[in-house]
């Protein structure tokens, strides 16, 4: 019986202690972890699986979903238990239970069933809160403002306004605004919802909420704006309490003084806003925004994005934000205003501070004028401490580069952008600007002195400056090395500006411009999305693209369009088409399906409008090959044909929207868009193709290598062209001369031949225009040309691709083509040239794929770590009459794994989730 006991207990032990070996963790909301003011119904829930096994997959998963954390403790979901569902999927799992409520919290937690026969424990629960989900839900809360601008003062984007002879207003007022209210009672939870158009700065009791800059995102403002939702919970204090609002100008309203790409007014800075209180007692309680809020004029005296930001620290009132204030008599009402139709939340990342940079050298080229070298150009604002009297003025000029006497320019960024503080006189004062941002690695000061310099005209003392880098808050999730120095500067160079140009949208430079270029969004979204979690901005840009779609169907170059382009810089199906490459490519990389349907109508559209426009399938307008390196200053495109580039997006809009029609479902649209696919081929062909020297158009690296990609060249051609895209590469000294459009598909295309021999010997040298010409001359950010031109821009967003062969290349880590979102991976790594090893870790949605190798004269050695939930095909390049061991162990096709030939080595396939060290070498 004893014995019997024993045996029973042991193996309820073992089977305790392996079940403990499957695991759940990181669970996420609509992409987030514990999300506030989730808007979306039918919220998508994701979670990774973790085990200390190998080959594990998930069979099936169970989510309780409940509005009371004690509920769930108990393992129950009051309002959705979904029982046990058969799915391996672990990403975008859809709610399906009753239906969720404006406001509230809801607790969830998941159990998953694997292969090998465990169950997870529950999961540690997460949970979600819902956002206001109809106008409603505001309860009568009201845009308010200082001032108001009449509608026919407004100039709006020339499309909807062409006849308006308006021009901004000089300067107006940048308010504060303020409400006082009582908390009587113990507080259970409290949340603001808030929109401060253009941008706005929310204060409790004297205290900044929160870390974000620049709230809320960028939107289209005839057409709907964002709120943002806090969690105020813990800032209440019992009794009187006060709420603060700084409002600054952002996009809403562009003055005419200092620089400006563009001149708009939606109107003045206003907000609404509901504090929404739960009390423990079951009561609640709303203060909400309406004009018996106070407003007064603020100590930001000017602000705007293109033209920078004055405060005046004498203007201060201290304790405006705090309960018990004595206002002056520049207190008043506020005033009820009209406001966007449409208020969304906002699921995109915010903007914050991230990398502070302080002085590497600080020069005085001339009398009077400082300038600090903080030794990197990102996006950013400056950070002072300084000390003197009352009313002295301190002017910040920030710029990407110094001229040949050592001063701050600004010729190639917009100028003057200037940070100007007025000092108060009270000790040492430190400033930073709120509403407003550019893209800088120098600072120049006139009217101070710097600490420990000689000041014979007693100016005030700068103790202190700091760059502040400010860009969006999407997660690093990838990281990437070699044994190449010059790759991993390369690596750097592009990634200063990724990150300088992710903000709430991807701008193409954080200064000049600040306007979402679409071709970026995809052309480099593929390289991104290998580094930064970028799904919730991308989402964000979709939306952008819906609304800024002109009832012809045009896509417009930028979205939101703050301003109609003309001369080609409107109607480029290269940039055009992100509004159909951009949802494929998240669906690709995420697994959202969502985001096609949602976005099926606007692709619609835009192909007709490609069909209206085309002259016998062939698309001839808009900016071609951007930026290609060519005889001329760069620009439009020079080596490769008018048609070329935007006829092969257009071929490749009509083969994704065939293959989101199938998703959806929609057999007829199929056969259009593919029988529609076939003309436009048919046209290229004919068009731009030479029969005779197979090369398309001018024979250009853009245009070979677009046509490769895009599947337009008919088999028996393709090896010939392939050949001419690395003949023309050899001819020019290994050099590179796609632009903007082509380059991308020019790396895809010689990877995907198996020729990365070629895209090293391309960029691993710095003697002609690249990456390693930008960084011997100088750049610490990616710049606008491949010459790396003082020109233009050197910060801009453009002609980064290599970043993606760097992952999906020289690491080899590759979504399967037949699967999304890594679900099947392939590893692939491909040693070239003198590299002794590299590698990149990359968080997928199903969990981190890593993916090292190195290699000496004899061995070549590749460690994998595959994810729960995953499997993969795993490539060895080399002999194939090699030996192959796997953890010091030789192996050989078998029983434990499936191993077969490729073009370059050999390939493992089907391999499971776990640590892999494969070493091959002599036998």
């Not at 963790?25 to 999300?35: A, F, H, K, Q, V």
């Not at 207003?169 to 253009?198: D, Q």
């Not at 703050?562 to 109607?571: H, P, Q």
Request: charged share 20%; with cysteine.
């Amino acid at each position: 019986m004893y014995r019997s006991i024993t045996i029973i207990w042991f193996l309820l032990f073992s089977l305790q202690l392996s079940s403990q070996t499957l695991q759940v963790n990181n669970l996420r909301c609509e992409y987030m972890e514990d999300p506030l003011g989730v808007d979306a119904f039918h919220p998508r829930l994701s979670w990774l699986l973790k085990s200390g096994q190998r080959s594990v997959l998930q069979t099936a998963w169970q989510i309780l979903v409940s509005d009371d954390p004690d509920i769930l403790a108990k393992n129950t979901g009051n309002v959705w238990d979904s029982k046990k569902v058969s799915s391996s999927a672990s990403i975008q799992a859809g709610y399906k239970g009753k239906a969720l409520f404006p406001g509230k919290l809801y607790y969830w937690k998941v159990r998953v069933w694997d292969n090998l026969g465990h169950v997870s424990a529950w999961s540690n629960p997460a949970l979600w809160q819902m956002g206001l989900l109809t106008p409603a839900d505001w309860k009568g809360a009201r845009w308010i403002a200082y001032e108001d601008l009449p509608v026919n003062e407004r100039v709006l984007p020339e499309s909807r306004n062409k006849d308006n002879p308006n021009q901004p207003k000089p300067r107006n007022v940048l308010p504060l605004l303020r409400k006082e209210f009582a908390v009587n009672k113990p507080v259970k939870r409290a949340v603001m919802y808030i929109s401060g158009l253009g941008q706005f700065e929310i204060s409790l009791n004297g205290k900044k909420v929160g870390d974000h800059f620049l709230d809320p995102g960028w939107t289209d403002y005839e057409d709907h704006a964002l709120y943002v939702t806090f969690d105020l919970t813990n800032l209440l204090k019992p009794g009187a309490n006060a709420l603060g609002i700084m409002l600054g100008n952002g996009f809403l309203h562009i003055p005419k003084e200092r620089y400006k790409k563009l001149l708009n007014s939606f109107g003045y800075p206003k907000m609404i806003g509901r504090l929404a209180i739960e009390y423990r007692d079951g009561t609640t309680e709303n203060i909400i925004s309406d004009p018996s809020w106070r407003t007064a004029p603020g100590p930001v005296t000017f602000s705007s994005i293109y033209g920078g930001e004055d405060y005046n620290a004498g203007l201060e009132q201290p304790g405006w934000d705090s309960p018990g204030f004595k206002e002056n008599s520049t207190w008043k009402n506020a005033l009820p205003v009209d406001g966007p139709p449409e208020l969304q939340s906002q699921m995109a990342p915010p903007l914050k501070i991230f990398e502070n940079f302080t002085p590497v050298k600080i020069t005085q080229p001339r009398p009077g004028s400082w300038v600090y070298d903080l030794g990197q150009n990102a996006s950013g604002i400056v950070k002072i401490a300084v000390k003197g009297n009352r009313g002295d003025t301190v002017k910040l000029t920030p710029g990407e580069l110094i001229d040949e006497n050592g001063l701050v320019t600004q010729k190639a960024t917009g100028s003057p952008y200037n940070f100007i503080y007025i000092l108060k006189g009270t000790g040492t004062e430190t400033w930073q600007p709120r509403f407003s941002y550019y893209g800088f690695r120098y600072v120049q000061i006139d009217g101070a002195v710097p600490a420990g310099n000689t000041n014979i005209s007693n100016a005030p003392v700068v103790a202190e400056l700091t760059g502040l880098h400010t860009r969006n808050s999407a997660a690093r999730i990838g990281e990437f090395s070699s044994s190449s120095d010059l790759f991993n500067k390369t690596e750097k160079l592009i990634d200063w500006a990724v990150k300088s140009n992710m903000a709430s949208v991807f701008t193409d430079c954080p200064h000049r411009e600040k306007l979402g270029w679409l071709e970026e969004a995809h052309l480099m979204g593929s390289s991104m999305h290998f580094q930064y979690d970028i799904a919730g901005l991308s989402r964000k840009v979709v939306k952008d693209m819906q609304v800024a779609q002109t009832p012809e169907g045009l896509i417009p170059e930028i979205a939101p369009e703050y301003t109609v382009f003309s001369g080609g810089f409107r109607d480029s199906p290269e940039w055009g088409s992100n509004g159909i490459i951009m949802p494929w490519y998240l669906y690709q990389w995420y697994g959202d399906k969502q985001v096609l349907e949602q976005s099926y109508p606007m692709m619609q559209r835009y192909i007709d409008y490609l069909k209206k426009v085309a002259k016998d399938n062939i698309l001839y307008q808009g900016l071609g090959d951007w930026y290609d390196l060519g005889p001329d200053r760069p620009g439009f495109s020079q080596l490769t044909p008018k048609g070329v580039t935007g006829t092969a997006i257009y071929y490749y809009d009509l083969t994704i929207l065939s293959h989101i029609a199938k998703l959806l479902n929609k057999p007829d649209d199929v056969k259009k868009y593919d029988l529609l696919a076939g003309e436009v081929k048919k046209s290229f062909n004919k068009t731009f193709f030479n029969n005779e020297t197979k090369q398309y158009g001018t024979g250009s690296q853009a245009a070979n290598a677009m046509a490769v990609y895009m599947g337009l060249v008919e088999p028996q051609d393709r090896a010939a062209v392939v050949a001419n895209i690395v003949k023309d590469i050899r001819s020019r000294n290994n050099s590179l001369t796609a632009g903007d459009i082509g380059y991308r598909y020019l790396l895809k295309v010689l990877s995907n031949e198996g020729l990365s021999d070629v895209i090293y010997d391309m960029n691993s040298h710095s003697d002609v225009p690249g990456y390693g010409y930008q960084l011997v001359h100088g750049a610490t950010a990616l710049t606008e040309s491949w010459q790396a031109s003082r020109a233009v821009s050197n910060n801009h967003l453009m002609l980064g691709h290599i970043m993606e062969w760097f992952y999906s290349g020289l690491a080899g880590i590759r979504c399967n083509e037949q699967a999304v979102a890594f679900k099947v991976i392939d590893i692939r790594p491909e040693p070239v040239g003198d590299l002794s090893s590299a590698g990149a870790d990359f968080n997928s949605p199903y969990g981190l794929i890593s993916s090292h190798w190195k290699k000496s004269k004899n061995t070549f050695e590749l460690t994998v770590e595959i994810p729960a939930n995953t499997t993969a095909n795993i490539y060895l390049p080399g002999d194939q009459s090699a030996t192959v061991t796997e953890g010091g162990v030789k192996i050989s096709n078998g029983k434990l794994y499936k191993i077969s030939g490729y073009a370059n080595g050999r390939v493992i396939e089907g391999v499971g989730s776990g640590v892999y060290h494969f070493v091959i070498g002599p036998g």
